[in-house]
């Protein structure tokens, strides 16, 4: 993670992968499709995710499911693809389910206020050989008349002492990885001013600081996600923007389908008495809560990950239904929204 909160994949497997494999491009067409999307030849590259529970698809639109529609929308040169929905309805779980299934590499960075140009893009910085002395006078230079400190080392003749440092949007599109930019709408100017060139039809990535223009990787791909504009911090994409992409809308799985996600990923077993019934009653409350949430009776949202922790909590901690769900869910829950989450759990029937 830097500084200003960014976060990928990339970042968070670095330890266990040599740096060279993360400048490896994705592989080719291996002939395959899923769901008209290219499945490609490389299934070892190691920014392909490997989720760790099988994906609970959804119908979103005229018998259409999303993992369906956000793969046609993937398969699609034209646009990028714009996920939208509340924080935990499974944004990123879809998104890695798709890139496992077709062995693209995915890379994912947390937009936020902080978020900047240089993080996305790259910039110059010293190479190991450089001078302090010329460094320190080239960094004075760049900040006195603002300007980038590439272009501040060539007005001192110091150019070789500093190099270019590639950021993750550069690297995706240089080598064919889907870049996911998480919470679109969170991020400021300087982070969406790349992006507006890049998601053109036939778009491209100008890079400011080396004066290049990149054309992607053949199989690039870029992915937004975005939570409803109420979300603090965040603020609507302008139109012209938001029409270069293919928007698809997630909620929340039903209350059957949300038992079937916490039997694949808690102790939690079907047939078992005492389980069915916590998952029973647990979905209940976790869709009761939803409800409040949309009426704006609560201000908290009610996330599939609280879930399945009370899940795990009840199955792998051995604690009571009751507990388990108010050690998550007033942990979680507004200062203002506590007594009445408390109630809604004490008032379950979980026994």
Known sequence: MTDSGTTSVADERAGDIAVADLRRPAGGHSGETFHELSVLDDPDHPLVPDPDHAYIEREVRNGWTDVELAARFL????????????????????????????????????????????????????????????????????????????????????????EFTPGI????????????ADELNAAGPAATMPLHGLTERNGQLAVTSTSEVLQPHPEFRFVATMNPPRYAGT????DAFRSRFWELELDYLSPTAERRLLYETTALQRGVEHDERVAERLTELAASLRASYRDRDLATPTSHRTVIKIGRLVSEFDMA????????????????DRNAVSKAIESTRWE
Request: charged share 25%; net charge negative.
């Open 75 to 162: 398969a699609d040169e034209d646009y990028a693809l714009l996920l939208t929905g509340e924080t935990g309805v499974g944004k990123d779980r879809l998104l890695a389910h798709l890139s496992a299934r077709t062995n693209r590499p995915l890379v994912r960075v947390n937009f936020g206020s902080g978020t900047t140009y240089a993080d996305l893009v790259g910039e110059f910085a010293p190479n190991s050989g450089a001078d302090e002395d010329r460094i320190a006078r080239v960094r004075r230079l760049a900040d006195e008349h603002d300007i980038g400190l590439g272009e501040a080392a060539e007005l001192v003749g110091a150019e070789h002492a500093f």
């Open 169 to 180: 949007l550069y690297r995706a599109v240089e080598q064919g990885w889907t870049f996911v």
């Open 235 to 238: 603020s609507p994409l302008n």
């Open 321 to 336: 239904p009751i507990a388990a769900a108010k050690q998550v869910f007033e942990a979680r829950a507004t200062a203002e």
